[in-house]
């Protein structure tokens, strides 16, 4: 089995390239490296490897939105495996899906591979956007568009602080978003929620770095989970914010959550949407956006 590491060398803010640089002394197999040198060129790389003669195992090493890329790729083929290195900020691929902790685990992986086959999210606005773990629109998102925008954020990573970034665009958030309404629609059924929060749609439990979102969905099933976070003061939702690393907060009655093999989303003004945790452009304003699961799925290393 051929084995290739991809790298994006911006991950992690930056350090995935130097986490590579001392975990490429430790491997004693053959291997085969790429370094993703723009945004989307992941899925361009692993899409050429569909064709490999041999099976080929490719490990993203990086965060969440490397791993969707690489994953993308891979999609539809029997021949790619894909495996992770957790090299990313938030890392919840590792969380729902497995990440090698060193070169002997993937050693070992090798003389002996196993494969299992997972869903993969997608929806369709001007293009297709893939999503692994989850997507979403409100709060979270805009979050994650402010934070990856600011100016400090470069300079606070040096230092050693940047996740204080977070924590001034969640407060600066809380005081200015402005919430809105969302439409759902699934088979046929017509759901409205007022003054939402957020709203996500998970193919595997955790979300934003450790939060456990949507602790029911399973990655294999065929099936995504829709949860709505609406009509909460600003206090209560830090208490939701509070009990979602326990998946403890689908108990508050502001907290909905409904599974389904496809949803129509449309929100009554342009919100903020994140795919994995990567900012994805806003919602559109005169049509809803229909989320599935794709007819391609992947294969993952089944440990
Ligand atoms: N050479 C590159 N230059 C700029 N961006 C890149 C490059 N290669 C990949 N990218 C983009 O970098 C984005 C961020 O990577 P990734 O999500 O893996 O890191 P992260 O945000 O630190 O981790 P996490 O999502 O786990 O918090 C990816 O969505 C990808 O599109």
Request: aromatic share 10%; charged share 20%.
């Amino acid at each position: 089995m051929r084995t290739i590491f991809i790298i994006n060398p911006v991950a992690g803010n930056g350090k995935a390239m130097k986490k590579w640089m001392k975990f490429k002394e430790t491997i004693e197999f053959p291997f085969e490296l790429a370094v993703s040198q723009y945004s989307g060129h992941a899925t361009e790389l692993v899409r050429e490897l569909q064709h490999s003669p041999e099976p080929v195992l490719v490990i993203g090493f990086g965060g969440d939105g490397t791993l969707r890329e690489v994953i993308a790729g891979a999609a539809g083929s029997q021949q790619v495996l894909v495996g992770s290195i957790a090299a990313g900020s938030g890392n919840d691929f590792g969380r729902g899906f497995h990440s090698f902790k060193d070169a002997v685990e993937i050693a070992d992986f090798v003389k002996n591979p196993a494969a299992s086959r997972k869903d993969l999210g997608e929806f369709f606005d001007g293009r297709a956007y893939q999503f692994v773990s989850s997507t979403g629109i409100g709060f979270d998102a805009e979050i994650s568009v402010k934070v990856n925008r600011s100016r400090i954020k470069h300079w606070l990573n040096k230092i050693g602080m940047g996740k204080l970034v977070y924590l001034v665009y969640v407060i600066i958030t809380l005081l200015r978003f402005r919430l809105f309404r969302l439409t759902v629609e699934q088979e046929g059924e017509m759901l409205h929620f007022d003054k939402v929060w957020f709203a996500t749609v998970s193919n595997q439990p955790y979300f934003g770095g450790g939060m456990k979102i949507s602790p029911h969905s399973v990655p294999d099933d065929g099936v995504l989970e829709l949860t709505v976070v609406n009509c909460l003061s600003r206090l209560k939702l830090l208490l939701v914010f509070g009990t979602v690393f326990s998946g403890k907060h689908l108990r508050f009655k502001e907290v909905h959550q409904i599974k389904g093999t496809r949803f129509s989303l449309s929100a009554d003004q342009p919100v903020y949407r994140h795919v994995d945790g990567d900012s994805a452009g806003c919602t559109p304003e005169d049509r809803s956006i229909g989320y599935s699961v794709s007819a391609s799925d992947w294969h993952s290393v089944n440990k």
